[in-house]
Structure formats: structure tokens, C-alpha cells
């Protein structure tokens, strides 16, 4: 049991904030986000709640490079800090684009650190209609030398259109672990334009591996300048 929650503690650790997926940043342009997600603890039976914190950023460096960081902390359990450059790799493939991305950073689960690699290879494509639309899959590889094993991920992510400034998002996010299990969360949330570049993220994350169900409430800050 105690092998299985913390593989769960790490995989809840390798999601990440908000992603362009195969889309990269004009140059010049950048993108920050700021999220908290308050959900039921792994201990089911003491009924306590974890808090997981992540901020991302990415800048347009050049026209065909984006570089980002990705950060991410669980209380006093588990966290990563992951800096990423995006590369394109095809643009109108299967009606879409393709990206490469390139990370690494640092692990740490209770009080030790150890290095963070992640491949990851994305596609995306927008919708025509009112208020547009797109959708994101992201498929990633990450090992942590601390664990000593490797995660697969595969998420997605459809925004929906809308004609008002409220519009809703849909991001379902799979992790594999070494024994094959398979964790995965579904998060259905809406998204409030601001203005000045500014969204706020309302949604709710229901999260489930084997054994183990949690539901969470997450809040999040988005600024694009």
C-alpha cells in the first residue's frame, strides 16, 4: 500500500499547470499561470486535504522556439521544477500542427532531489464557428532519476467556444506508471475572460487509481502579455 500512494503522490506531481501543446509563442509574446488544486488526501480514512500549487510560463524566443518553466509542489511530499524549449515539427499534418518538447529540471519526494527529464510530443488543431474552439493531445515520457522509473503521459485538452467571455474547458490527463497502472483525472472547467490578457480558471478534478478515488476543487490565474 505504502508503494502504491507513493506512486500516486508522484504522479499527481507530473501534471502540469496550463500547456500550449503544439502551439508555440509569438516572438516577443509570454504566457504565466498560477493554479491551486485543493483535493481529498491519498489517506482516505484520516480525511485530511492536500494542497498542490503549480506555476507555468512560457516566452516566445524566437519564431520557432518557446522556451518555458514548468513548476509544481505537493505540501512537503513531492514537487519538480522543469525548465522546456517547444520546437515545431510539422504545421497542417492531419489538418493540425506538431510540436517537440525538450525539458529538464529536478525531482524532489520528502526532502530528496535528483535530476528530471521529460520528451514530450504534441499536436493541436483550432475550430472555425462562433467564438472558435481547439483541441490538445500531448503525449510525454518523464524519468525520475529519484524513483528510479518512468511515467508515461498522455492528456487532452478541448476548449470549448463560446460567445461570452465564460467559456468552458475539458482536460482529461493519464499517467502510466513502472507496474503499468494507470492513474487519470478528469477536470471540467470554466475559464473567465478578464480583460488586458487576464483569465480566471474555475474547475473541478476528479482523480482516480487503483484503490483510490479523490475529488479536488481547482483555481487558477492566467495572463498572457
Known amino acids: 500500500m505504502l508503494h502504491r500512494l507513493t506512486l500516486v503522490i508522484v504522479a499527481c506531481c507530473l501534471t502540469s499547470s496550463a500547456s500550449a501543446g503544439a502551439w508555440l509563442r509569438d516572438k516577443g509574446s509570454g504566457f504565466l499561470a498560477f493554479s491551486t488544486t485543493a483535493r481529498e488526501s491519498a489517506e482516505i480514512e484520516m480525511r485530511m486535504v492536500d494542497y ?30 522543469l525548465i522546456f524549449a517547444r520546437l515545431p515539427l510539422a504545421d497542417n499534418a492531419l489538418g493540425g500542427r506538431f510540436a517537440f518538447e525538450l525539458g529538464l529540471g529536478a525531482s524532489t519526494y520528502l526532502g530528496e532531489t535528483a535530476r528530471l527529464l521529460k520528451l514530450a510530443l504534441s499536436y493541436g488543431r483550432g475550430f472555425s464557428g462562433p467564438g472558435g474552439g481547439w483541441l490538445a493531445i500531448d503525449a510525454a515520457f518523464e524519468n525520475r532519476r529519484l ?13 470549448l467556444p463560446s460567445q461570452r467571455k465564460t467559456r468552458p474547458l475539458l482536460q482529461v490527463e493519464t499517467t502510466t506508471d513502472p507496474d503499468g497502472a494507470t492513474y487519470w483525472s478528469v477536470i471540467p472547467s470554466l475559464l473567465f475572460d478578464r480583460g488586458d490578457g487576464q483569465t480566471w480558471l474555475l474547475g473541478i478534478e476528479s482523480k482516480h487509481a487503483p484503490g483510490l478515488d479523490t475529488l479536488g476543487i481547482k483555481l487558477g490565474i492566467w495572463k498572457s502579455f
Open 52 to 81: 498542490e500549487t503549480s506555476v507555468y510560463a512560457e516566452y516566445g524566443v524566437l519564431p520557432k522556439l518557446t522556451l518555458g518553466f514548468d513548476g509544481n509542489v505537493n505540501g512537503d511530499l513531492a514537487g519538480h521544477a
Open 147 to 159: 524513483t528510479g522509473q518512468d511515467f508515461w503521459k498522455l492528456d487532452a485538452t478541448l476548449g
